[in-house]
């Protein structure tokens, strides 16, 4: 299981898992996309993105916040996510994404922000788990 939603008063809250810590930031990105749309997306763009923070809840946070920076400033929806490179020490994520332009597809939710709410990322049980409550 890549991911899963967890019930939320108002927003929408998920966990997503990974062997490693790259493979739990792929997929954190993954829920976050099948959130605002629920069809498979055409790979005819991409863009690199780059990410830093100065711990791995804040580097979450920056990681998905470009990819609602980039639905929002340049129409594009992601469906893919390749070559992501992550540096745990200095807390930094470069990522290529394909996608296609938004204007081709109905998006079903608008998710407004990333939250701290209840964010987590840590190693449980060998694996790497994290949580984020995202603002709709």
Known sequence: MKFKFLAHTADIKFQAFGKTIGEV??????????????????EKMKFK???????????MYNFLEEFLVLIDSKNFLP???????????NFKINAEVIGDDAKNYNVSEHVKAITYNEMFIKKI???WVSQVVLDV
């Open 79 to 89: 469906a893919k996510i390749k070559n992501l490179k992550l540096n745990k020490k």
């Open 25 to 42: 930031f792929k997929n954190s990105a993954l829920a976050l996309f099948n959130i605002i749309y629920d069809k498979k997306i055409s």
């Open 49 to 59: 993105i780059k990410a830093k923070g100065r711990d791995l809840e804040n580097l």
């Open 125 to 127: 049980g060998g694996k």
